[in-house]
């Protein structure tokens, strides 16, 4: 008996040997020795001495204990499978040391009987220790439907519950988790049911948030919020309460939580981006921006910053929660995606400087050997196509009147589909709207015939941008040249079929959308030559020109119709020109009806602006003095 007891002796020491090496792992911060993998295999060979001799009731303590820190090591490597193996060993070395029958392997079952069959005080903390493992396995594969029965066996029979309320259930619990001294753990059970009490209200809150219960995860998040967490979880948790006020409506309440989450964690990523986002929809467009900058500075540090020398806990929230959930709880938009709308923000709020450094900046991020090179594919968030962020990275340069550097962008554009624009293409209906029986071929031809469509439109937008910026070089003659190069490529469009009822619009993507841009761009470049023509004091072309412009969108151009007024009456076509005027008065602008990209919106500086406060009053006076009303004299 005393060398059995000696050697038991000598096991619980070679137990806390063990935990002293990790402990003193976790304390230096040693990332080169992987000292996480000495002590599982460590454990494993001790286990497996333990498990060598009968189980005894005398000795149980011991044997559960080493079990524990087994488990949390094997677990720590994401190994279920072999946690759930070694647990159920476990759970039957108790039984036969208590000499209760094994009913069968199955964990729910063995649990009931080992509840039942281990009553006494001294036992309990390392029954416990297990159960807490047990809650760690099915709360990382969101068993929660096991996870309720099983804590329902240890609470006090005089605390009532409501039936099914796992929440209500952690509230009440009461673990017999004291600690021995005489034998050390990897990770102390108090720590441990903190971190799954939080984790999983935190999983439950979730839960209700895709199921858009919105005021439900409100209340659970602002519990979880007042239980003891790592800060980098706290502040998660203030972020998630924010998007619950978000989703309710109340965006004071949710920009008051995302401050929280940052006074915790500054380093968290998705507030700042809640914050944006908030921002925009309360139209403060200087805070949004603010935040958008903040946002892409701390991507940059994440995405430059060394991994991490902290060795990552046994137990730890990725772990608890799992990918998806915590795929969904730290969602942020990647650095490139954070740019672009940083870029495209500041835009259009006519920051325009600042704009077209962040265009450029982009445009540098997205060259192969890029550290930041990483092109959203996925996520819900849209991107859009590399040419597309050329064109808007050329406008925006526009805006800041850096010509050269637009002529340049554009050029990189014009070369990359120089090979790829069709002679011709003829654009029918969407197949959606065809009754044919080849649905499948009409559609993969479709998404050839949009892919061309494509190139057409980029390169006839790149041609037209060259334009303006050649326009505001005070270059006629070559912005002259360039809008009649973008034109040659827009004429190449053939639509069989001009105006078509679509009955459902999901099934034609956004076809339809690329044909009302090739509209505008149409619209917007024949405008462009017609004020070159103007400035050559080629009157007769520019009024052609604007014709045509206004031929171009069926809904008719403010801006175009206008500098119609304006040619008609430098032609002495008065009559003329006041019947246009007095149309265009009751027309809609095209510019605000159609929602064009960002590359061919109008700004005040642009070439092609007119300002028509003194053609409106000349028009004025003209009518009046023939005799007829206007509107305004009325």
Request: charged share 25%.
């Given at each position: 008996?005393?060398?059995?007891?000696?050697?038991?002796?000598?096991?619980a020491?070679?137990?806390?040997?063990?935990?002293?090496?990790?402990?003193?792992?976790?304390?230096?911060?040693?990332?080169?020795?992987?000292?996480?993998?000495?002590?599982?295999?460590?454990?494993?060979?001790?286990?497996?001495?333990?498990?060598?001799?009968?189980?005894?009731?005398?000795?149980?303590?011991?044997?559960?204990?080493?079990?524990?820190?087994?488990?949390l090591?094997?677990?720590?490597?994401?190994?279920?499978?072999?946690?759930?193996?070694?647990?159920t060993?476990?759970?039957?070395?108790?039984?036969?040391?208590?000499?209760?029958?094994?009913?069968?392997?199955?964990?729910?079952?063995l649990?009931?009987?080992?509840?039942?069959a281990?009553?006494?005080?001294?036992?309990?903390?390392?029954?416990?220790?297990?159960?807490?493992?047990?809650?760690?396995?099915?709360?990382?594969?969101?068993?929660f439907?096991?996870?309720?029965?099983?804590?329902?066996?240890?609470?006090?029979k005089?605390?009532?519950?409501?039936?099914?309320?796992?929440?209500?259930?952690?509230r009440?619990?009461?673990?017999?988790?004291?600690?021995?001294?005489?034998?050390?753990?990897a990770?102390?059970?108090?720590?441990?049911?903190?971190?799954?009490?939080?984790?999983?209200?935190?999983?439950?809150?979730?839960?209700?948030?895709?199921?858009?219960n919105?005021t439900d995860a409100?209340?659970?998040?602002?519990?979880?919020?007042?239980l003891?967490s790592?800060?980098?979880?706290?502040?998660?948790?203030?972020?998630?309460?924010?998007?619950?006020?978000?989703?309710?409506?109340r965006?004071?309440?949710?920009?008051?939580?995302?401050?929280?989450?940052?006074?915790?964690?500054?380093?968290?990523?998705?507030?700042l981006?809640?914050?944006?986002?908030?921002?925009?929809?309360?139209?403060?467009?200087?805070?949004e921006?603010?935040?958008?900058?903040?946002l892409?500075?701390a991507?940059?540090?994440?995405?430059?910053?060394?991994?991490?020398?902290t060795?990552?806990?046994?137990?730890?929230?990725?772990?608890?929660?799992?990918?998806?959930?915590?795929?969904f709880i730290?969602?942020?938009?990647?650095?490139?995606?954070?740019?672009?709308?940083?870029a495209?923000?500041?835009?259009?709020?006519?920051?325009?400087?600042?704009?077209?450094?962040?265009?450029?900046?982009?445009?540098?991020?997205?060259?192969?050997?890029?550290?930041?090179?990483?092109?959203?594919?996925s996520?819900?968030?849209?991107?859009p196509?590399?040419?597309?962020?050329?064109?808007?990275?050329?406008?925006?340069?526009?805006?800041a009147?850096?010509?050269?550097?637009?002529?340049?962008?554009?050029?990189?554009?014009?070369?990359?589909?120089?090979?790829?624009?069709?002679?011709?293409?003829?654009?029918?209906?969407?197949?959606?709207?065809?009754?044919?029986?080849?649905?499948?071929?009409?559609?993969?031809?479709?998404?050839?015939?949009?892919?061309?469509l494509?190139?057409?439109?980029?390169?006839?937008?790149?041609?037209?941008?060259?334009?303006?910026?050649?326009?505001?070089?005070?270059?006629?003659?070559?912005?002259?040249?360039?809008?009649?190069?973008?034109?040659?490529q827009l004429?190449?469009?053939?639509?069989?079929?001009?105006?078509?009822?679509?009955?459902?619009?999901?099934?034609?993507?956004?076809?339809?959308?690329?044909?009302?841009t090739?509209?505008?761009?149409?619209?917007?470049?024949?405008?462009g030559?017609?004020?070159?023509?103007?400035?050559?004091?080629?009157?007769k072309?520019?009024?052609?020109?604007?014709?045509?412009?206004?031929?171009?969108?069926?809904?008719?151009?403010?801006n175009?119709?206008?500098?119609?007024?304006?040619?008609?009456?430098r032609?002495?076509?008065?009559?003329?020109?006041a019947?246009?005027?007095?149309?265009?008065?009751?027309?809609?602008?095209?510019?605000?009806?159609?929602?064009?990209?960002?590359?061919?919106?109008?700004?005040?500086?642009?070439?092609?602006?007119?300002?028509?406060?003194?053609?409106?009053?000349?028009?004025?006076?003209?009518?009046?003095?023939?005799?007829?009303?206007?509107?305004?004299t009325?």
């Open positions: 008996m005393s060398v059995t007891r000696s050697l038991f002796d000598r096991w020491e070679e137990n806390n040997n063990i935990i002293r090496k990790w402990k003193e792992y976790e304390k230096c911060r040693q990332p080169l020795q992987d000292t996480r993998k000495q002590c599982h295999a460590e454990l494993l060979d001790l286990q497996q001495k333990i498990q060598g001799l009968p189980a005894a009731a005398g000795q149980l303590k011991l044997d559960l204990t080493v079990s524990y820190n087994t488990l090591f094997s677990l720590s490597y994401s190994k279920p499978d072999e946690g759930k193996r070694l647990l060993d476990s759970l039957i070395r108790v039984l036969e040391a208590v000499g209760a029958e094994v009913p069968s392997t199955d964990l729910a079952t649990w009931q009987v080992v509840l039942k281990v009553g006494g005080a001294e036992h309990q903390p390392s029954i416990h220790q297990l159960l807490l493992v047990q809650w760690v396995i099915w709360l990382s594969e969101s068993q439907e096991e996870i309720l029965p099983l804590l329902q066996q240890i609470k006090p005089k605390k009532i519950t409501p039936p099914g309320d796992l929440l209500a259930e952690i009440n619990l009461t673990f017999a988790i004291q600690e021995d001294a005489s034998l050390l753990v990770m102390a059970a108090k720590d441990l049911k903190d971190l799954l009490h939080i984790c999983t209200f935190i999983s439950k809150g979730v839960e209700q948030l895709k199921k858009e919105y409100l209340l659970v998040f602002q519990e979880a919020a007042t003891s790592p800060r980098a979880l706290l502040a998660h948790i203030y972020t998630l309460t924010g998007l619950s006020f978000s989703k309710l409506g965006p004071q309440s949710a920009l008051h939580c995302n401050r929280k989450a940052l006074e915790v964690d500054f380093s968290c990523q998705r507030a981006y809640q914050s944006s986002l908030v921002y925009r929809q309360l139209g403060n467009s200087q805070a921006i603010e935040a958008l900058h903040l892409h500075s991507a940059l540090l994440h995405t430059e910053k060394e991994p991490s020398s060795p990552a806990p046994l137990v730890s929230p990725d772990m608890l929660l799992g990918k998806e959930r915590m795929a730290s969602q942020t938009p990647s650095t490139v995606f954070i740019l672009h709308t940083l495209q923000r500041c835009v259009l709020n006519h920051r325009n400087s600042e704009g077209a450094e962040c265009y450029l900046d982009l445009l540098a991020s997205l060259q192969p050997g890029s550290r930041q090179h990483q092109i959203p594919t996520g819900g968030l849209p991107f196509r590399i040419p597309e962020i050329y064109l808007e990275a050329a406008f925006a340069v526009l805006k009147r850096r010509s050269w550097d637009a002529v340049a962008i554009c050029d990189e554009v014009i070369a990359k589909t120089l090979d790829l624009v069709p002679e011709r293409l003829q654009l029918h209906p969407p197949a959606a709207q065809q009754q044919s029986a080849g649905h499948i071929e009409l559609s993969l031809e479709s998404e050839t015939i949009e892919e061309k494509d190139y057409v439109l980029w390169s006839g937008a790149a041609y037209f941008l060259q334009g303006h910026a050649y326009l505001q070089l005070k270059d006629t003659k070559e912005a002259l040249s360039t809008f009649t190069r973008a034109i040659n004429v190449k469009v053939c639509i069989k079929q001009k105006h078509w009822t679509v009955n459902n619009p999901a099934e034609t993507g956004d076809f339809q959308t690329k044909v009302m090739l509209d505008a761009l149409k619209e917007r470049t024949l405008a030559r017609g004020v070159c023509f103007l400035e050559r004091g080629q009157l072309e520019a009024l052609r020109d604007f014709q045509l412009s206004c031929q171009a969108s069926p809904a008719g151009c403010r175009a119709e206008m500098w119609l007024v304006e040619i008609l009456w032609l002495d076509r008065k009559d003329e020109a019947a246009v005027w007095k149309q265009a008065q009751k027309s809609t602008d095209s510019s605000t009806a159609v929602d064009v990209p960002l590359y061919l919106q109008t700004w005040r500086e642009d070439a092609t602006h007119l300002d028509c406060s003194s053609l409106n009053q000349k028009m004025e006076e003209f009518i009046h003095s023939c005799g007829v009303k206007t509107d305004k009325r």
